[in-house]
């Protein structure tokens, strides 16, 4: 194959079958563990294993990207929040989505802890974090819509205690309940 055939584009069926396949370990990881099998991610995705592993060719492959894509979609739901909604309700709105990436996180972590420890994957994924954080801060602090004296780092530090506390039976509505004592707390 020349170097220009092996630059071209991917097929439009074969991101299509990329993105299924991510959907459908998100879902399967959270309804049967980190350790379903590649082979039932793609009888669900529907279809061959032959279409699954040019994409992910291991598991740590596929675990890393419904991570990376976590991720993303976090950090993209901050910008688009602050254009559909004042400051303060696109902080307090992102912050729930932040529930869905928890749980997420949560069911394939140990995946996560065993292929990334010292990876770039955590520093990258930090990085995107902290400035959705920063910019959601930033918004809401300059509407006037929470104190002036809140900090990013103030934000942050609650996160990590969301996080913390995400385990046992009903964590999700109390960590909700939280996000919603920590909005009235930041707000003026």
């Known amino acids: 194959?020349?170097?220009?055939?092996s630059a071209r584009k991917p097929r439009a069926d074969g991101l299509r079958n990329r993105e299924r396949l991510i959907d459908v370990a998100?879902?399967?990881?959270?309804?049967?563990?980190?350790?379903?099998s590649l082979e039932e991610i793609a009888r669900r995705a529907e279809v061959?294993?032959?279409?699954?592993?040019?994409?992910?060719?291991?598991?740590?492959?596929?675990?890393?990207?419904?991570?990376?894509?976590?991720?993303?979609?976090?950090?993209?739901?901050?910008?688009r929040l602050l254009a559909?909604?004042?400051?303060?309700?696109?902080?307090?709105?992102w912050l729930k989505l932040m529930v869905d990436y928890m749980a997420t996180k949560k069911v394939i972590a140990p995946a996560l802890r065993?292929?990334?420890e010292g990876s770039a994957i955590y520093e990258s994924s930090g990085v995107l974090l902290r400035a959705a954080v920063t910019r959601l801060?930033?918004?809401?602090?300059?509407?006037?819509?929470?104190?002036s004296d809140v900090e990013v780092a103030d934000v942050l530090h609650a996160m990590t205690g969301f996080a913390f506390g995400a385990a046992g039976?009903?964590?999700?509505?109390?960590?909700?309940?939280?996000?919603?004592?920590?909005?009235?707390?930041?707000?003026r």
């Open 1 to 5: 194959m020349s170097a220009e055939g």
């Open 84 to 93: 559909a909604r004042p400051p303060l309700e696109a902080l307090r709105e």
């Open 169 to 187: 039976p009903g964590w999700e509505a109390r960590t909700l309940r939280l996000i919603d004592i920590l909005m009235d707390g930041l707000a």
């Open 114 to 116: 065993t292929m990334a």
């Open 137 to 147: 801060v930033e918004a809401a602090i300059a509407a006037g819509e929470i104190r």
């Open 26 to 36: 998100k879902a399967a990881f959270a309804e049967a563990g980190p350790d379903v």
């Open 48 to 79: 061959g294993i032959g279409t699954l592993y040019p994409h992910f060719p291991t598991r740590d492959a596929i675990v890393e990207a419904v991570y990376r894509r976590e991720v993303q979609q976090l950090s993209d739901a901050a910008q």
